[in-house]
């Protein structure tokens, strides 16, 4: 306006320092994000103190974690042992076992037992000691396929003394077969072995003596009378 008069020279001085303080008029929103932003990056000091264990909670397929792939694995491996470990044991056979052998041929033994003194008035001795015997043979893993039966031959209450003859059926003219397989020593040693294993029921010390036990065809052709002479 025409009449206005102009500005004094104090009223300018004032404007102008009001004007000359930018920094005062920038809002305080910016300084306190910038502040937080400082606060919120980690220093390096506490990047190196991170769990050594984070990578494996890296996720590698949606949901699915490194640790949970690492336990499938380990578990797919544990799984797959113990398939093969059972079906192992289901399709094992023995060739020996179902090895079929012409059986065509007798083979039997005469075994002398010494009865203990304590045992000669057991009236049921000869049968106890039969179905003794035959339970022995027939439950043996090496001799129940040969043996047929046993039968008492003689019971001697005076030299305290029984005989039995063992029956068994094996290949004909197979010596290795006698000799490593039916040999005399291993069928008595069978028996032997026992009744040292299980005493006899009303004749605890029936066969422990090594030498109550023998082949009654030997002592015939040596003249003993005896199994321990």
Not at 77 to 95: K, M, N, Q, R
Request: hydrophobic residues 35%; glycine residues 6%; charged residues 25%.
């Amino acid at each position: 306006m025409e009449g206005a008069s102009p500005p004094s020279p104090g009223n300018e001085l004032e404007l102008s320092v009001i004007q000359g303080r930018p920094e005062e008029q920038t809002p305080l929103n910016g300084a306190v994000q910038g502040i937080l932003s400082l606060a919120e990056e980690p220093c390096p000091v506490q990047a190196d103190k991170e769990s050594p264990w984070s990578s494996c909670n890296k996720k590698l397929i949606g949901k699915c974690k490194l640790w949970m792939v690492l336990a499938s694995v380990f578990l797919s491996f544990i799984l797959v042992i113990i398939i093969s470990l059972c079906l192992t044991g289901v399709t094992y056979i023995d060739e020996d076992e179902n090895e079929i052998l012409e059986l065509s041929s007798n083979e039997t033994f005469l075994v002398m037992l010494k009865i203990p003194e304590e045992c000669v008035s057991e009236e049921e001795l000869p049968d106890m000691l039969e179905k003794r015997v035959t339970h022995v043979y027939s439950d043996s893993p090496a001799l129940n396929r040969y043996f047929t039966s046993v039968e008492v031959m003689d019971f001697s209450g005076e030299n305290a003394t029984i005989i039995f003859r063992l029956h068994f059926r094996v290949p004909p003219e197979d010596d290795s077969f006698m000799k490593y397989v039916m040999s005399e020593e291993f069928v008595l040693g069978v028996l032997q072995q026992d009744f040292h294993d299980q005493n006899m029921a009303g004749c605890e010390t029936l066969g422990l003596d090594p030498g109550s036990l023998c082949s009654y065809d030997k002592l015939s052709t040596s003249g003993r009378q005896s199994c321990d002479e």
